[in-house]
Each structure stands twice: as structure tokens, then as C-alpha cells.
């Protein structure tokens, strides 16, 4: 994945590089590819948090606390 992709994605870049990012995308199929997978990202994991297929329920749930 181009770096940029993802921190256009986040809305992390100044003023200057997201245009400059912009003008990038314009031209790049690549990017333009990457930027479409990335934003649907969040929705593809919903859809695996919420389908019981998802998961074979063999591995016990990870827990964050130590």
C-alpha cells in the first residue's frame, strides 16, 4: 500500500500534502485501487463481526488485560 493512501484516508495530512495527494490520486490507479479498499475496510469487519461463520468458536476470545 502507498503510505499516502492511509493517512489521506484518516484526514492526517496537512493542507499541502493532501492536495499534493489529491493531484497524486488523479493519475494513479494504484492509489486510486488502495483508497477504495481502504475505506471499505471498516464496513468488511462489521460484516465479519457480525457473522458467526466468521469465526470456527475454536480459539477462546483475546482478551486485552494481562
Same mark, same amino acid.
Given at each position: 500500500? #502507498?503510505?499516502?493512501? @492511509? @493517512?489521506?484516508? %484518516?484526514?492526517? %495530512?496537512?493542507?499541502? &500534502? #493532501? &492536495? @499534493?495527494?489529491? *493531484?497524486h490520486l488523479d493519475d494513479c490507479e494504484q492509489c486510486q485501487a488502495e =483508497?477504495? &479498499?481502504?475505506?471499505? =475496510?471498516?464496513? *468488511? =469487519?462489521?460484516? =465479519?463481526?457480525?457473522?458467526? !461463520?466468521?469465526?470456527?468458536?475454536?480459539?477462546?476470545?483475546?482478551?486485552? !488485560? *494481562?
Amino acid at each position: 500500500m #502507498h503510505d499516502g493512501v @492511509a @493517512a489521506y484516508a %484518516l484526514g492526517v %495530512l496537512d493542507e499541502e &500534502e #493532501h &492536495e @499534493a495527494f489529491e *493531484r497524486h490520486l488523479d493519475d494513479c490507479e494504484q492509489c486510486q485501487a488502495e =483508497l477504495i &479498499e481502504f475505506t471499505e =475496510l471498516p464496513d *468488511r =469487519l462489521d460484516e =465479519l463481526k457480525n457473522d458467526p !461463520s466468521s469465526t470456527s468458536g475454536d480459539d477462546p476470545p483475546m482478551s486485552m !488485560s *494481562r
